[in-house]
């Protein structure tokens, strides 16, 4: 019996890991970074109570339990291709070949860019390169930073940079264009942050957003939404400002940003500069999912999963022989919920290669998904549930066209 | 100059004991064991780690984990190494790249213009 193998070593892999180490499987997990706990290595905020959420000791507990169920981890090794071949997997990476039966792939999450006249500058970052800098490899991006793009990620690496000390001077939007149209509509940002509120420290915006519920009410917030921001964590956040350009020689010397209409229009003649070292970019994460595209899983997309998600089913499996997904790339939430579908995948891949007996085992699991889901505490959007309901409906579709041609 | 973050409020200090020389561009840095060699160029205020192949333009990190490229550089000759996923060691030989001769645009319309 061959091994198991993992493609990604984030929460939601490292927790299958273990799963199938610990029904007796051999397993190995392949990843491309220098440090095992993928995105969530960088996570670092205060719990409702009290607790800090460290996602760097979350990670190192997840490699730890990992190495000591046997599992083998290989980092800094990317896979460059995958295959289908008679009836195996062949897994390319740049040292070696690899051979399964059963591939898993957990391969997270990317941040989406927002085109940005100057963002070629050295200095430029997406947010989530500012996070690793600065909770991973404990450099500083820079001393005073501008973050363009207002949602659930900006607004917590914000709090991450403040905790590091790190100035931040502003968090704003993007000038609107055709690929940055959503993160620059201060309305649809508006929507986006509402969910949120319950992270903000002030009582005031708290009892803002609940009266925040109909789209008259938001209208009237965003006409009269302060020029200069509302401060969260004492940082402005501006929904009615933009930055239109980043400037500097051969570096990030400052933005350019100007007031914007509600609706986004740039204001002639309001144009200001602020000064900064660095600038973080933060459209937002999508799934990252090539590798189910090369292996020729179908794809949908689904807005409230945040992109393209390879077809899947509650047991993680998709349509394509002995291929699994298992966090973000089914969807972008916290890495709690990616940790239970970790568990939830490993379970159906050690009950296929066991030839049953772990069902009522995957149920549970499954039910334990959708109660970590209700008690998330960052919720990357709103709707994931409506999300995954429709993804449910492509798969019963899917497998009725199966069936259809089968017959 | 260090931009280290050495005293963290909530996370642990970071280990500083295993210090390493390497030389980026044919000039001596000392950077930290298990740090990337972004992190450790960063560290000593450098951010432009490459020019652009066909404009000349300055690059550093844009994504840091290891999906944009924007960070290739060359470790000991070997070309397109990616500096924020590459741990920086005693000895390497780190070069950035430049620009190079294009074969690839239509040049006509400004030889004309």
């Known amino acids: 019996m061959g091994k198991v193998i993992i493609i990604g070593a984030g929460p939601a892999g490292l927790s299958a890991a273990i799963t199938i180490a610990e029904k007796g499987l051999d397993v190995l997990v392949i990843d491309e970074y220098m440090v095992g706990g993928g995105r969530l290595l960088g996570q670092l905020y205060e719990e409702p109570n009290g607790n800090w959420w460290n996602g760097i000791k979350e990670s190192k507990s997840l490699v730890e339990r990992a190495k000591n169920a046997g599992v083998e981890i290989q980092l800094h090794t990317p896979v460059s291709n995958i295959e289908r071949i008679d009836d195996e997997w062949v897994i390319y990476t740049e040292s070696e070949v690899h051979y399964t039966s059963h591939l898993l792939l957990a391969t997270g999450a990317a941040e989406t860019p927002l085109p940005i006249p100057g963002w070629t500058l050295p200095g430029v970052m997406s947010v989530g390169a500012a996070q690793v800098m600065t909770n991973v490899q404990r ?7 501008v973050i363009v793009g207002v949602n659930v990620l900006s607004s917590a690496i914000a709090m991450e940079l403040k905790i590091a000390n790190i100035d ?7 000038k609107m264009n055709i690929p940055t149209e959503k993160s620059a509509d201060p309305m649809e940002v508006m929507n986006s942050l509402l969910h949120v509120s319950h992270m903000a420290p002030s009582a005031f915006v708290k009892l803002g957003s609940k009266l925040m519920t109909n789209d008259f009410m938001k209208r009237m917030g965003i006409t009269f939404f302060p ?10 956040i501006m929904l009615r400002k933009a930055v239109v350009e980043i400037y500097g020689d051969g570096k990030v010397e400052g933005v350019k940003i100007a007031t914007i209409s509600p609706s986004g229009e740039v204001v002639a ?3 200001e500069n602020i000064s900064a070292d660095f600038v973080c970019i933060a459209g937002g994460l999508y799934p990252l999912a090539e590798l189910a595209a090369v292996a020729g899983c179908p794809f949908y997309h689904i807005e409230e999963l945040g992109g ?8 993680m499996q998709t349509p394509v022989e002995g291929l699994y997904v298992a966090g973000n790339i089914t969807g972008i939430e916290g890495a709690k919920v990616a940790i239970s579908q970790g568990v939830t995948a490993g379970l159906a891949i050690a009950n296929d290669v066991l030839g049953g007996g772990l069902e009522s085992n995957i149920q549970q699991a499954i039910a334990d998904i959708e109660t970590t889901r209700d008690n998330a505490y960052i919720q990357f959007h709103p709707e994931v549930k409506e999300g995954k309901r429709k993804l449910q409906q492509y798969w019963e579709e899917h497998q009725n066209k199966s069936v259809a041609i089968t017959l | 100059m260090t931009n280290r973050i050495l005293n963290h409020p909530v996370l642990d200090p970071i280990d500083e004991s295993e210090v390493v020389t390497f030389t980026f561009d044919n000039k001596e840095y000392k950077g930290l064991r298990h740090e990337s060699i972004a992190a450790a160029l960063l560290a000593n205020g450098v951010r ?5 192949e066909e404009s000349g333009t300055p690059r550093g990190i844009y994504c840091n984990i290891g999906h944009c490229f924007e960070c290739r550089v060359s470790v000991n000759g070997e070309q397109g190494v990616r500096a924020c996923l590459t741990p920086v060691q005693e000895g390497m030989n780190i070069e950035s790249g430049g620009k190079l001769l294009t074969t690839v645009r239509d040049w006509r319309a400004s030889q004309n213009g």
Do not use: F, S
Request: hydrophobic share 30%; net charge positive.
């Open chain 1, 168 to 174: 931040v001077a502003c968090i704003t939007l993007p």
């Open chain 2, 48 to 52: 432009t780690l490459r020019h652009h």
């Open chain 1, 227 to 236: 020029k200069n921001g509302v401060k969260m964590w004492d940082i402005p």
């Open chain 1, 139 to 145: 450099v500083k991006p820079g001393n005073r930073g």
């Open chain 1, 308 to 315: 393209y998600v390879p077809l899947h089913n509650e047991q």
């Open chain 1, 269 to 271: 003649g309001t144009e």
